[in-house]
């Protein structure tokens, strides 16, 4: 059953290789949090991430590897909606539609087509220039009010939000306006080997990622081999970007005030963060890989979640789908 009384999240993550620290910190631990007082609605979202090249048979294995660490971080089946975008249709027809109302000077001004566009300079399809909209699509399917991601989804988010406000100004009333959540820490957790910059999946030096399957001594040595500084004092300041990420990811993990985290390492060395820091990951990312691995056991239980996942989800989209049909000016059949 939909709770149509709570308002409404909707997130998702692209299910490229695995889940990082960063996605864990900056989006799936608020989502869990969130789950109680809001009806949210957490996808896959497949499609997203055809707009990089994937191998068909890796790719589907990838998608049912991701709902199974979407349910290691622990959501509610029962309550949350978690399905795979591509399985509601909806998704792409409102992308379409929302298409004709966003301009092309929005969309060369995303920071993340122009970074994606020099990473893959073989491959600038025009699913990439238009993937904020699909984004947009997604949100604004479920009448969102609240959308929580990490820091560098805001741009994307505005967008959204100026694409609804557009919609509702031509044709009346139609989407809500959503809200970005943004996590009070570890909105951007950093590369551990260069902490100016997002840590990311795609990146191609392993030590600068977290994964929440490594295992544990793996985690070890990578927080080891983290890139500090040589001030050898642990203080929280931008001239020292790597310690400050470091205080980031332990103060989001053991949900502590920054001040007292800080406090609490006054007069500690490196060695002594990089090694609490290790030991809170584990904490954290031991369960996560139990669960995740009995999950991925058990293959009809992943069937049965994103199964009703989709028809949940289809059932609040079809009804958006029907006003803005209506609305746009589409005969109705
Ligand atoms: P994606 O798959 O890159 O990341 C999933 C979520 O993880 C957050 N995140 C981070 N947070 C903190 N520090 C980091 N280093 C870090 N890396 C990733 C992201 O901000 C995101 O919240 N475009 C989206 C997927 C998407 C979406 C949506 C999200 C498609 N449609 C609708 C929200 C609503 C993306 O590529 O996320």
Known sequence: MLNQQQKVIFSGAQPTGSMTLGNYIGAFQNWKQLEKDYQCYYSIVDLHSLTVKQDPETFRNTCLSFLAQYLASGLDTEK??????????????LAWLLNCYTYMGELSRMTQFKDKSERHQENINAGLFTYPVLMA???????TN??????????????SRNIA???????????AV?????????AKIMSLQEPNKKMSKSDENQNAVIYMLDDDDVIVKKLKKAVTDSYNEILDRPEQPGVQNLLSIYSALSRKDREDVVNSFEGKGYGALKKEVAEII??????????YRLYMENSDYLENVY????????????KTMEDVREKIGLVSF
């Open 137 to 143: 699509a997604d949100i604004l399917l479920y009448k």
């Open 146 to 159: 609240l959308v929580p991601v990490g820091e560098d989804q805001r741009q994307h988010l505005e967008l």
């Open 165 to 175: 406000i557009r919609f509702n100004n031509i044709f009346g009333e139609t989407f």
């Open 307 to 318: 199964r009703s996942g989709a028809d949940r989800a289809r059932e609040a989209a079809s």
């Open 80 to 93: 949350n909606v978690i399905f795979f975008q591509s399985h509601v249709r909806e998704h792409t027809e």
């Open 282 to 291: 584990i904490e954290n990312v031991k369960p996560f890989r139990e669960k």
């Open 178 to 186: 959503p809200d970005i959540y943004v996590g009070k820490q570890g």
